[in-house]
C-alpha cells in the first residue's frame, strides 16, 4: 500500500515545479509514506525536499526518528501545531483527520495539499458483512470531497483500488486495527473470522487542492 498510494502522490505533486520543498506529513504515522514520497520526488525532479512529519502517536514517532533519521520528526496535535505561518510547500494528509484552518495557516502562499481518504469500495466485504441492510453498509466519501473542495480547491484526484490475499491471521489484525469493527457485534466479528474472508478490496481517493489563497 505504502508503495503504491507513494506513487500516485508523487504522480500528482510532479506536476508543480519547486526550486525547493518543505513537506509535511500530517498523521506521519511511522514516517514510511513520507520517506517514499521524498525520496520519489527527488529522483524524479532533483529538487531537494525536506521532510517533517507529526503525529499524536509516540511510538510511531519512535519508529519513524530511528528508521527515517534523515526527516524530522515531531510528536503533536495538528490543532495545536507547533509550525509557524507559511512554513510548507506541500502538505500530505494521508488517511487521518484534517484541520482546514491550521493547514491554510501553514501553507505557503503556493502550497498544495495531498489528502487520501478511503473510497467507496474499501473493505467492502467487512462492512457488508457488520453492517448488512443498515445505513452503514454502503459508504460515499462525496462529503469529504466537497468538504476539501470548499478549503482547497481541487485541482485533480486519482482513484487507487486493488485486493489484498489474507489469511487468517492477516484478517485477525485487520478486523482489530480498522474502526469498521469497533460498533460491530462480537457474533458479527466472530462470522467474519469463521466465514474465511480470504481476500479484501482497499480503494482510496487521493485529492489534489491549492491554497485557496495563493499568490499569482
Known sequence: MVELLSEIIVKLISSDVF??????????????HLNQVIGKLQKKTRI???GVGIDISKEGIQVASKEYPNNVWCVGDLAKNPFMDKKFDIILNILSASNYSEFNRIISD??????????????????????????KESYSNEKVLNHFNNNFPLVDKEQIQYTVALDRIDLENLIKMTPLSWSATEKKVKRALDIGINKITVEFTAMYGENGHKKL
Request: glycine residues 14%.
Open 19 to 32: 526550486d525547493k520543498g518543505k513537506i509535511l506529513d500530517v498523521g506521519c504515522g511511522e514516517g514510511s
Open 48 to 50: 531537494k525536499f525536506d
Open 110 to 135: 503556493n502550497g498544495i495539499l495531498i489528502k487520501v481518504v478511503p473510497g467507496s469500495n474499501y473493505l467492502k466485504e467487512l462492512r457488508k458483512l457488520f453492517y448488512y441492510k443498515t445505513d
